[in-house]
Every structure is written in C-alpha cells, then in structure tokens.
C-alpha cells in the first residue's frame, strides 16, 4: 500500500523502514529536512510540505501522523483542508482516547476517515514489531489491514496460543473498538507499564539495600534489632539475569532492565528523574470516573512525580513538623552512592 508518514523521529522513522522492508510505498514528511533525507536514502520519497506529500499521494490518501500529543491537532488543522472524502488520517502516537473521539467527529463531516492506534514496541519495533491497538470504523481499519500486518511482528511460536482465542491478536494488531478505543487501550497498557516498571525498581531497590546491616545505613532511622540479617551484596546484574532465565517474573521488560544493569550496574548515568507522557494520568482519571479501583497504577504514577523533586515542600515540610513538636534535627544528607 501506499502511505504518506508525517514525524520521522525514533518511532516514525523505524516504522518507514519497517514498511518500506514490507514493500509498502511511503511518503515522508518532517520538520527537519535532514530526517526527510534520511528517510529518502532508506528508500522513502520525500517531501518539504504537507501539501507536497499530500499531492503525491493516490487517492483514497491514507496519512499516518507520528508527532506528539500535544502537536497533534495542529498538524490535523493543516492537513484536512488538503484531504477529501474517503481519505484516511490515523494518529499513531500517546494521544488521550476523549481527543479521538473529538477529531473522528470533526473529519467524518467532511467525509474524511479517523483511525486511532495505540503503538508500542518503542526503538526495538523495527526489527521486532510493532503491539499495534486500533480504534475507529471496522471498514476503514479492513482497508488498512495490509499496513498493520507488516508493522506488526506477527506469529510468535515462543508465545503459547490459546485454541479459543483467532483472530488478528495472535499476530500482535486488533481493531479494539470505535473512535478512540485504540489509544484508551493504549492508555491502559501504559498504565500497566508504569506499575511493572515500578515493581521492577522497588525489588532490586531492595536487593540493593540488603547489605544495610555493614553499618553505613543512615544514622536518621530506627537502628537495625539484627544488623547480621543484611550482609548481602547483591550482585543485581546477575540476579536480573538469573530472573531472564524460566522465572515467572521473566519478561521482555526483565530483559531490558537486565541489559540496563549489565552495563551499568551502579547506574550511575542516571539521576532518577522518572517522566511521564500523559496516559498513567488519563489512566487514572478514567479509574476515577468509572470507580474502579486502581490503586497500583496511580501509586506508580505518584511515585514518577517524587523521582522529579515535586514531593520536596511536603517532605521539608515533614522535617518542620518533626522539628516543631520533639525539636527533631535533620540528619545530613548522605552522598549519592554511599
């Protein structure tokens, strides 16, 4: 098929060549004319405008846009009044469901159709493929049916079938539902995400800390009753690895974090300042609004927000209640690796 990418960064960029391997035609369009050229010289055909890439695509034009959320509805604003009934946008990246739905509404009345798709896989989707989650119309997702298959990785002889589940899921791409049910699935796995991601670093958080009983624990805690029950020193780079091998916390995320730790086992490159992109606050959000109880996800979620310094006011302001009612002094702050 014939398809026409806008935003050639770490994802848009590994999904031309995943397509362009597939025999797809792809057009392509960024901000940064050097990302075009690269693009171009993996077998793309560039372009230096919306309406460029749109006047070299066929019609029925299908446009896959990979920019940021928050970019989204300008590159839209720019790009319908280039477009015509039948043609098809789809919105690839973390974007919040509630704005699909707003945008398939606004297009549709213009003829033109909206697909939402949730896409994970992140820098190894290339060569691994792309978990792609798909919301909008069952016709227009059909249509599109060849882009998906290639973008995703397809039967995986390793991962057990079961004998009552067929369809499009046990390659690894599924129409969830109507406009916006692809990124509110989306949004859930990423929630998800946060909180095995958060187990992950609290345990070997603690492995890391099992040799607290040496004496260089803090002197601001409850001293240890039996400091000889932590004189471990943890090799957690070997632990990670040991867990990779038939464990039932083995994961493709175990197997990340174990390469993270080969290489660094300190991790001394990192300062521990945690991001998020949006999906864990929708995530919680919509646990709120439907009552349903999520209390792992949104503690994941919060404890980004410490790793950031936003609990530092309530954490002084801990230390001045202390101070106010027992005169307690604040220790000094320990060292980063001691």
């Known amino acids: 098929m014939q398809l026409g990418m806008i935003g050639l960064g770490r994802m848009g960029s590994n999904m031309v060549e995943r397509l362009l391997a ?31 890439l749109i006047g070299q695509l066929q019609t029925p034009r299908v446009v896959w846009i990979m920019v940021p959320a928050h970019v989204v509805d300008g590159v839209i604003d720019e790009l319908s009044p280039l477009l015509g009934p039948g043609d098809v946008v789809i919105d690839g990246g973390n974007t919040h469901y509630i704005d699909d739905i707003r945008r398939s509404r606004a297009l ?8 939402d798709a949730g896409v994970s896989g992140g820098i190894w989707g290339r060569e691994r493929g792309y978990c792609l989650m798909i919301g909008g119309e069952r016709d227009t997702v059909g249509q599109l049916q060849p882009i998906f298959k290639t973008l995703a990785p397809g039967r995986d ?66 001293p240890l009753r039996h400091p000889d029950h932590f ?6 780079d070997e632990i990670a690895e040991l867990w990779r091998h038939g464990s039932v916390i083995g994961s493709w995320l175990l197997d990340l974090t174990a390469r993270a730790l080969a290489g660094d086992p300190a991790l001394a490159q990192f300062e521990g300042r945690v991001s998020d992109s949006g999906e864990g606050r929708w995530a919680a959000q919509a646990a709120i609004d439907t009552a349903t109880p999520a209390p792992v996800l949104t503690a994941a979620l919060f404890q980004r927000f410490s790793s950031r310094g936003e609990s530092d006011f309530g954490d002084r302001l801990l230390s001045a209640m202390r101070h106010q009612f027992g005169g307690h002094r604040e220790a000094p702050a320990r060292q980063s690796g001691e």
Do not use: W
């Open 22 to 52: 597939g025999g797809h035609d792809c057009v392509v369009f960024d901000r940064s004319q050097d990302s075009v050229a690269a693009s171009v010289q993996k077998g793309a055909r560039g372009s230096r405008s919306l309406q460029d």
């Open 108 to 115: 549709s009345a213009h003829g033109i159709k909206y697909v």
């Open 157 to 222: 002889p390793a991962i057990t079938q079961d004998p009552t589940v067929s369809g499009t899921a046990t390659e690894g791409y599924l129409h969830c539902g109507a406009a916006g049910a692809g990124h509110f699935v989306k949004m859930v796995h990423n929630a998800i995400e946060y909180g095995l991601m958060a187990a992950y670093a609290e345990g070997f958080n603690l492995l890391a800390h099992a040799g607290a009983g040496d004496g260089s624990a803090a002197h601001d805690t409850t």
């Open 231 to 236: 004189q471990y020193d943890f090799a957690v």
